[in-house]
Nanobody
């Protein structure tokens, strides 16, 4: 069965960086678009970043453009989210999922996510 295991979250000060990882199994990873979503307390889950199956195209929500970078390593079945210049409003639980380009059509139930807290 499909498994998506997110890791790398934590507590970081404003302006800091984190790198999230999502280890995938149970499907042909290199054939699918992947996305990162996040859900802040009291808010709906939102799409943050999307990457095509071979990594040739990426897309970001406006609020993270220039600060976050999505990437993937198909040999390791892993998708990453490099987050720089973090702001308190980036605080959320971050999830990865299989998606359809250009994003917003996630394909599987949500995993446990990884908590990111940006606070001084």
């Amino acid at each position: 069965q499909v498994q998506l295991v997110q890791s790398g979250g934590g507590l970081v000060q404003p302006g800091g960086s984190l790198r999230l990882s999502c280890a995938a199994s149970g499907f042909t990873f290199s054939s699918y678009t992947m996305s990162w979503y996040r859900q802040a307390p009291g808010k709906e889950r939102e799409l943050v970043a999307v990457i095509t199956s071979l990594g040739s195209s990426t897309k970001y929500v406006d609020s993270v453009k220039g600060r976050f970078t999505i990437s993937r390593d198909n040999a390791k079945n892993t998708v990453y989210l490099q987050m720089n210049s973090l702001k308190p409003e980036d605080t959320a639980v971050y999830y990865c999922n299989v998606d359809r380009w250009p994003g917003g059509r996630y394909q599987y139930p949500w995993g446990q996510g990884t908590q990111v807290t940006v606070s001084s």
